[in-house]
């Protein structure tokens, strides 16, 4: 009897979609983000964050080599006034990339957007579905940029962004050994010294940090294989779930396992590309 209760209470639905557990509960290790040497300008990230005072929301645009950024200021997250922002920002300014990064948002995968990045002949890149992750090195900047808002408490925050993204562009990086400042004109931005960057240095000691930092994080989750027909609860994100609500949605079938640390299930009416940093087996 015992056995078969401890059998029955492993199985049961209501406690995996309505019960928080301690220690590791993240299933499957993460496979190491693959780095290739781009050039500057190739591969950028764009990203939203707000709204804060006034409605209006920043604009953050990174250098995915460089660390460059680039920040702006929009009224509203409507996809005509973000290609807009886009155009005005970056493409009148750099040389035009080859792919953007960008989350799922209706401002980046509405027509208008879209539109743009197909007349320019720029490869869209989304991420998938509330994985921020897949987007650090935005979500990373935009940890900077409040931090400076924050030190400015009272100053209007649509100035104090700009300074903020001043400071980034001038200060030190340890993965580059050099500030974006110094690898986009080869010289400091405050002391003016010049400064050779060595790419092929720079993607090896990046691709080194990558797999230290994918090491850490296996450190702290279960080893796990999935397979397609396992059954997989989707985690609801804390944003999104009240206390007194569940934490997982209903099992999905898993249709297909990828090798970019993602899966895709099956939804009934549709199929969903997840990270298994939002799943766990039923």
């Excluded at 290609?83 to 980046?108: I, K, N, T």
């Excluded at 895709?264 to 799943?279: E, F, Y």
């Amino acid at each position: 009897m015992e056995s078969s209760i401890t059998k029955f209470v492993k199985k049961c639905i209501t406690c995996k979609t309505s019960k928080l557990h301690g220690g590791k509960q993240q299933h499957g290790h993460l496979p190491p983000r693959t780095v290739k040497a781009y050039n500057p300008f190739d591969f950028v990230h764009f990203d939203l964050i707000g709204p804060y005072h006034g409605g209006h929301y920043g604009i953050t645009i990174i250098d995915q080599a460089t660390r460059w950024l680039e920040v702006g200021i929009q009224p509203d997250k409507a996809s005509l006034t973000t290609a807009e922002s886009f155009d005005r920002e970056w493409l009148c300014r750099y040389p035009r990339p080859m792919q953007v990064v960008h989350d799922l948002g209706p401002e980046f995968t509405g027509v208008e957007f879209q539109m743009l990045l197909y007349s320019y002949g720029i490869k869209a890149k989304p991420i998938t579905a509330k994985n921020p992750q897949a987007n650090a090195i935005c979500e990373r900047m935009h940890l900077e940029i409040m931090n400076g808002i924050r030190s400015h408490e009272g100053a209007d925050w649509t100035k104090v962004i700009h300074y903020a993204a001043s400071a980034i562009r001038a200060s030190y990086h340890s993965i580059l050994n050099a500030s974006p400042g110094q690898l986009v004109f080869g010289q400091d931005m405050i002391s003016r010294q010049l400064h050779i960057a060595n790419w092929s240095y720079l993607c090896k000691h990046s691709f080194s940090a990558i797999l230290a930092d994918n090491d850490r994080e296996n450190d702290k989750r279960l080893e796990h294989f999935y397979h397609p027909g396992d059954q997989v609860m989707i985690k609801v994100p804390k944003q999104f779930s009240a206390k007194t609500k569940r934490v997982a949605d209903d099992p999905f079938p898993i249709r297909a396992v990828h090798n970019n640390g993602t899966i895709t299930v099956d939804k009934g009416n549709t199929q969903q590309q997840v990270s298994i940093r939002r799943v766990f087996p039923c």
